[in-house]
């Protein structure tokens, strides 16, 4: 061995039965590609095409890794599981959005049976957001530990109990507590549906499952009010009815993950496969590239709670779209608050109508799905001369149309108005929160690469903590300066951010350039480059 450089992987293979059975003789027949290598055995060609890539380390460990086109790998799973896999992690992200807004059309009857406050209605509400952006902080150090299929199971399951906790709950501080439970489990369909989609799919193929993502995000909190305000508008029903709704569903759900979710982190199923060899074989020799590499969970969980607040203080790329994005999610959490008190005021519209409203919020979003998908062509066109910025031109006109939508649905608040007016305000605005909502997400993960996760929790910290405090202040605010003055200023301020896209579009690439961390993208992207130019 002393005559072998190991300064350049060396591979090996394990034969494709080993793989499946792990059979100690099939290890055998492995053995003998390390012999050959000392010139003590021979391994045919045909064997070396059969098998899945190992490689020698320094201190002679096997690296386990996959073969090109191995079905084990998430990135070449069937088309058919990428997209079970996609649409059932999208499926919670709805879900979760959908309990998020439904908990305000219960305010009327939940006030009357547990003799609480407005206020204290709002709290829950607020602490529920509160929890998807601090949550994931240190659930994304345990999808790296366990897995996210793990984390699918045990989210939903804890999810569906807080619901059912919420339905039998006789006070409100029960629903407090209780709904900060689910956001906190719930924030796993807000979060760690952006990884799955990249552990399965290659950068050229997520527009449109990170489009659905987003489509489940935004749409679904206009129509969870939809039903739910007919169900709390029925006398046999109410506010329990709305929790019992979402455990119902949330339980389907919880089945589905069993069904047809499955791990799709590659470290985890590398790492898997590994301890399977040295158990069968007892050779404890092969092992997985990311066992060598790993850190303790409380380091990674240091690392996790640390690095997205650095990034958010430190990046202007994720300090300009956390504050823009940030912005738009508490006016649409205002709005939830406040959109049926206005109807009801000012048009007379009963619980069940003021829920049928909302769809205004369910249509924008599905047209800014339609326009994304123009913006896609748009990316695939200009990506090889503006780079990462060509996922911005639709972000462009949303910059436009958000205070635009603000202001028609400020203006329009009088009853002297048609009621589909201020609605159309509220398709034009979220029209504009979807497509801002959705780029957010591609967009830092186009430019922070192996730093996406860090950069993504620190927006998505921002913007659930202003998601969190919006609410808290709506009512006062509105009381004080009215419905059109109130949402005036929400439109003056969206006008004021108009100029953010713009200039990442034309100055992103400098402003990134003269970033620390996206430097460091740069450097291991060059990198991954040296063996293709050799």
Not at 222 to 228: M, N, R, T
Not at 262 to 278: G, N, V
Request: charged share 15%; glycine share 6%; net charge neutral.
């Amino acid at each position: 061995m002393a005559d072998i450089s190991f300064r350049e992987p060396i591979k090996i293979t394990c034969t494709d039965e080993y793989a499946q059975d792990g059979s100690n003789q099939t290890f055998q027949k492995d053995v003998q590609v390390y012999a050959a290598m000392t010139g003590e055995g021979k391994k045919s060609k045909s064997d070396e095409e059969q098998s899945p890539v190992s490689t020698i380390a320094e201190d002679d460990s096997f690296y386990v890794d996959f073969e090109e086109d191995d079905s084990r790998d998430p990135v070449n799973f069937s088309l058919w599981r990428k997209w079970a896999i996609t649409i059932t992690a999208c499926a919670f992200t709805g879900i979760v959005a959908a309990s998020s807004s439904s908990f305000t059309m219960g305010y009327d009857t939940m006030m009357r049976d547990l003799n609480c406050t407005e206020f204290q209605a709002t709290v829950a509400l607020s602490l529920y957001t509160l929890g998807f952006g601090v949550v994931p902080l240190v659930t994304s150090s345990f999808s790296e530990e366990f897995g996210r299929h793990r984390l699918y199971i045990v989210c939903s399951l804890v999810f569906t109990l807080s619901e059912i906790a919420i339905a039998l709950a006789n006070n409100i501080q029960t629903v407090i507590i209780a709904r900060s439970l689910g956001g906190g489990f719930g924030s796993t369909g807000a979060t760690l549906v952006g990884g799955t989609i990249a552990d399965i799919w290659r950068p050229q193929q997520r527009g449109l499952p990170m489009s659905i993502f987003a489509l489940a995000a935004v749409a679904s909190t206009g129509l969870g009010p939809v039903i739910s305000g007919w169900v709390d508008a029925n006398p046999h029903l109410g506010w329990r009815w709305i929790q019992w709704i979402h455990a119902m569903f949330t339980g389907a759900y919880f089945l589905c993950v069993l069904v047809f979710m499955k791990e799709t982190r590659s470290t985890i199923i590398l790492t898997r496969l590994a301890r399977k060899i040295r158990k069968e074989t007892g050779n404890e020799r092969y092992r997985a590239r990311a066992e060598d590499e790993k850190r303790s969970l409380s380091t990674m969980v240091y690392i996790s709670c640390t690095r997205p607040l650095r990034l958010l203080l430190t990046e202007p790329t994720v300090q300009s779209f956390s504050l823009w994005v940030g912005f738009t999610w508490g006016v649409l959490f205002c709005l939830v608050e406040s959109v049926a008190p206005e109807l009801q005021s000012l048009y007379g519209f009963g619980v069940g109508e003021t829920g049928s409203a909302f769809t205004a919020l369910t249509i924008g979003s599905i047209l800014g799905f339609i326009a994304n998908m123009y913006q896609e062509t748009l990316y695939q066109k200009y990506h090889a001369r503006k780079g990462q910025e060509a996922r911005l031109y639709l972000a462009c006109v949303a910059a436009l149309l958000l205070p635009t939508g603000m202001y028609i649905y400020a203006w329009t608040a009088s009853p002297k108005i048609p009621w589909i007016a201020p609605l159309i305000g509220l398709t034009t605005f979220m029209f504009s929160a979807y497509v801002i909502y959705q780029v957010t997400f591609i967009y830092l993960a186009d430019c922070y690469g192996p730093y996406a996760s860090s950069a993504l929790a620190g927006q998505s910290l921002f913007r659930n903590l202003l998601a969190t405090a919006f609410p808290l202040f709506t009512q006062q605010m509105f009381s004080r300066l009215t419905y059109r003055w109130a949402n005036m200023l929400f439109a003056i301020i969206a006008t004021v951010m108009i100029p953010i896209p713009y200039i990442l579009f034309l100055y992103g690439s400098k402003i990134r350039a003269r970033s620390k961390f996206s430097r460091m993208v740069l450097e291991a992207e060059a990198q991954q480059c040296l063996p293709a130019k050799k």
